[in-house]
């Protein structure tokens, strides 16, 4: 018999697949269409198990949706600007377009021979002039629709490589690759108005019924609708002009319990006040601070006394200090705020910084008045007693007294009771070369102008020098330097790129015509939108999967996309991570050393390298390149093949649960699917006319394997579907059945195996005699009458305690079930001649014994 040797079957299938075309996706209006799609990678020069698990889970899905006569669409792509590719130019020289070019070659390469059932034909890179062309097409068009502005806007400045950094990009204050001290800088940028969408991206999370529940209240909560009060306070000795500071408040039932306000650095009267010495110490040292609302929630509360005050709107005598404060943001709100430290902890410690008076609004129910060691910060739906509810003093909750507060103002005239959003405009602009370029031109007669659409795309300059700081487009003055298209006079591109986010937020829709000369194409998106089934990390669960949702909104409002696809992801699964162990050694300043997993030796010492020096072994986590603790999927597929990779990461756990990659699992996955390759060699050579007893129990248990993998598929519980493949091949090398019967048990094993291993699956198929690719055979289905159980398996107690079960037929009279039990083995050993009182059957559930 030969062995199983995935090096010699894996590439064979591989090639029969491609002559086939077997996953070119059709679209078939005869058929019903199913997308499968995972969220598509960075180019980054090489594969992981987290690639290799991400998917296969996308592979089985689309195998098995294929062979139950779905129409699918499986497609590939590469998310493939970004700073890693201008990093690496900067530090290696060369080009970012070769450096990610050649990256996606060799990954590729990398990919394909996990055998996944990829529609390559649909291969497409976001650095492709062809695809950011038809983004700047959209651009353009959503400037028609109202959806684009520039406006100046605050940003992380890095003054020495002269960019605006993401906050990503942000470490400790300083700039990752320069480490300068990041400065707050105003600059004008363009911007999408995600936030006319705010109430409706909020609302439709409750249709999205088959996302998990953690990404949609992690969506909610970033889009953060709150309901409260606007209102004015009147200021004294401010410049003219500046009579009034508005403020928005969530909780209006506090502002009895005001001491101060504030405002952000950025807000008209702190720039008004620039001039002053002290203040503009203070504005300086702002700048220097983070820019996102975590830095600023972490970072110590500082404030500067404006010397100007402003009167409370409930007792004009009431005069309140104004501060410049660090914690106060332009872009939340109004840019101002009241503070009411005896409820709230950030106010608590600037107040108590600064020495300001610190009155509470309310108590626990039966509290008294009494001096503050800490805020008091009840939850909303608490009941607390009001002291200085102006709307209100009785017991209530928070809840109720925001309500009665808003009616109270808006009665009085004194404020406006107003629904606003966490969520802002999503700032698109980057100062980098490496990214799509803002297709507009600045003209000094006509201003802003878009660039025309049979211009485009505009596409990035190749000759372009990274030996200076900043962003090279703005020295390259051969493709700077343009004619206004709607003038012809001399003008200026647009320097700025957009940021990444943009090129990954409509790829979806992009995959359902590639290579159309409009952004989509009506047919096919009518056709293949939505997705049915999106796969991806939870790390993407907020940015990239919100500004898709915008996009998808955007793209239908500019005609590039049905009504129906407004919400592009029907479902959508956030995979676990493989994991690993980390084993390190301390160098002579006992800073850690981490080594590879292949140069591990583990013996009855323990874990030690070659040389025998002992290795700390760190339990279980991410595979990190830093840490070292990665296995190179290509290194494991050289060892025991692709189905051998792909059957471990979708065995062991859950796939939304991280899986932990180990040698001996691996090993072990291998020496299966090695057993199961020698079954089917063994059924291949039975006799043709062989006959045995078990036909009828050898079909109910096909028949059960294929119900019970199929439902585990369609249910994401890949864990559980292959639990039950163990157990279908266990079965079938144990069962006494003619050879009919064993030969439609192992090709139908075979077809179940083939969404997780198909090159195996095809091999067997072809073994014993399946017609045509196993890959393009319609899925197996259960005969209904073989699921139902003609036989029960009932437990038998005596006294009260289980000794023993019997199966018995379904439809047997008690009587007969009775005798069965007492003729049990296991029943007369234990009652060795014990009189039997009474027996009591409960039919097809248990039998009780009373001696």
Request: aromatic share 10%; charged share 25%.
């Amino acid at each position: 018999m030969s062995r199983y040797d995935p090096s010699v079957i894996e590439p064979k299938w591989q090639g029969e697949w491609d002559k086939a075309e077997a996953f070119a996706a059709r679209r078939d209006p005869a058929k019903p269409k199913y997308y499968v799609l995972e969220m598509f990678p960075y180019p980054s020069g090489r594969i992981h198990m987290g690639h290799v698990r991400n998917y296969t889970m996308g592979d089985v899905v689309a195998r098995t949706k294929s062979g139950q006569g779905f129409s699918v669409l499986h497609p590939m792509g590469w998310d493939a600007f970004g700073m890693p590719a201008e990093n690496a130019a900067m530090e290696q020289g060369g080009h970012p377009k070769d450096w990610t070019y050649g990256n996606i070659a060799v990954m590729k390469q990398q990919m394909k021979p996990l055998g996944l059932s990829i529609d390559w034909s649909r291969e497409l890179a976001t650095c492709d002039p062809e695809y950011y062309g038809q983004q700047q097409a959209m651009f353009i068009d959503m400037m028609d629709a109202g959806l684009v502005y520039r406006k100046a806007a605050v940003v992380n400045w890095d003054p020495v490589d002269m960019t605006v950094l993401a906050n990503e990009q942000v470490i400790d204050g300083k700039g990752w690759r320069s480490g300068a001290a990041v400065e707050r800088k105003e600059l004008t940028q363009w911007f999408f108005k995600i936030s006319d969408y705010s109430d409706d991206l909020l609302n439709a999370l409750d249709g999205l019924e088959n996302w998990p529940e953690k990404v949609r209240l992690m969506q909610a909560n970033w889009i953060g609708r709150s309901r409260g009060l606007q209102f004015s306070f009147d200021t004294v000795g401010a410049p003219e002009g500046l009579e009034k500071i508005e403020v928005y408040t969530t909780r209006p039932d506090t502002l009895m319990g005001a001491s101060f306000a504030a405002i952000a650095a950025d807000h008209p009267l702190a720039k008004a006040l620039a001039h002053l010495p002290h203040v503009a110490a203070f504005l300086e040292e702002c700048r220097k601070g983070g820019t996102t609302a975590e830095e600023i929630e972490t970072a110590e509360k500082i404030g500067v006394d404006t010397g100007i005050k402003v009167r409370h709107p409930l007792d004009a005598s009431i005069e309140l200090p104004v501060y410049i404060a660090n914690f106060v943001l332009m872009d939340y709100g109004t840019g101002a705020i009241f503070g009411c430290p005896a409820h709230d902890q950030r106010d608590f410690e600037f107040a108590t910084k600064y020495g300001l008076s610190i009155p509470q609004v309310f108590t626990a129910q039966g509290a008294d008045e009494a001096p503050l060691a800490e805020p008091f910060v009840p939850a909303k739906t608490e009941k607390v007693q009001y002291i200085r509810g102006f709307a209100g003093e009785e017991i209530q909750t928070g809840d109720d007294a925001i309500a009665a507060a808003i009616a109270f103002a808006e009665a009085k005239g004194f404020g406006t009771g107003v629904t606003k959003f966490r969520l802002r405009d999503w700032g698109i602009s980057r100062q980098r070369y490496w990214g799509c370029p803002i297709p507009v031109v600045h003209c000094a007669a006509c201003g802003v102008v878009p660039e025309k659409k049979e211009n485009l795309p505009v596409e990035l300059p190749y000759d372009v020098a990274f030996d200076k700081p900043g962003n090279p487009l703005d020295r390259h003055a051969t493709w700077r330097d343009t004619a206004c298209p709607k003038c012809g006079a001399a003008a200026k591109r647009e320097t700025d790129t957009m940021d990444t986010f943009v090129d990954s937020s409509w790829y979806y829709a992009r995959f359902t015509a590639p290579r159309a000369s409009t952004p989509t194409v009506a047919e096919d998106a009518e056709y293949w939108m939505n997705v049915d089934q999106y796969i991806g990390g939870i790390e993407h669960a907020i940015l990239h999967l919100l500004y898709s949702r915008f996009f998808a909104r955007a793209m239908h409002k500019t005609g590039h996309l049905p009504a129906k696809a407004t919400e592009p992801f029907n479902a959508l699964f956030t995979q676990g991570m493989v994991t690993h162990e980390i084993y390190l050694t301390r160098d002579e300043r006992g800073r850690p050393v981490y080594h590879l997993p292949e140069d591990i030796i583990r013996g009855e010492n323990g874990a030690t390298l070659k040389d025998g020096t002992a290795v700390e072994v760190i339990p279980s986590a991410k595979m990190s390149k830093s840490k070292k603790n990665v296995v190179d999927p290509m290194n494991i597929i050289a060892q025991f093949g692709a189905d051998t990779a792909r059957w471990f990461v979708l065995s062991d756990s859950p796939p939304e649960r991280d899986v932990e990659w180990t040698a001996s699992g691996a090993e072990g996955a291998f020496k299966h699917l090695s057993r199961v390759w020698g079954l089917s060699a063994r059924i291949a050579d039975m006799p043709a006319d062989h006959q045995g007893g078990g036909d009828k129990d050898l079909a109910r248990t096909t028949a059960k394997a294929v119900d019970e993998v199929t439902r585990s598929i369609e249910s994401f519980a890949f864990n559980k579907a292959i639990a039950a493949l163990y157990g279908f091949a266990n079965a079938i090398s144990r069962a006494d059945a003619s050879t009919p019967v064993i030969k439609e048990a192992i090709r139908t094993l075979a077809q179940l195996m083939q969404p997780m291993t198909p090159h195996l699956a095809e091999e067997i198929w072809a073994m014993q005699g399946g017609a045509g690719l196993c890959a393009l055979a319609a899925w197996p289905k259960a005969d209904p009458a073989l699921l139902i159980d003609d036989t029960v398996t009932l437990p038998i107690q005596i006294n009260g305690k289980r000794r023993a079960e019997i199966s018995v037929p379904k439809d047997m009279p008690a009587a007969e079930v009775e005798k069965l039990a007492l003729a049990n083995e296991d029943v007369t050993k234990f009652l060795a001649g014990t009189a039997v009182k009474k027996i009591i059957v409960v039919p097809g559930r248990i039998i009780n014994v009373v001696v």
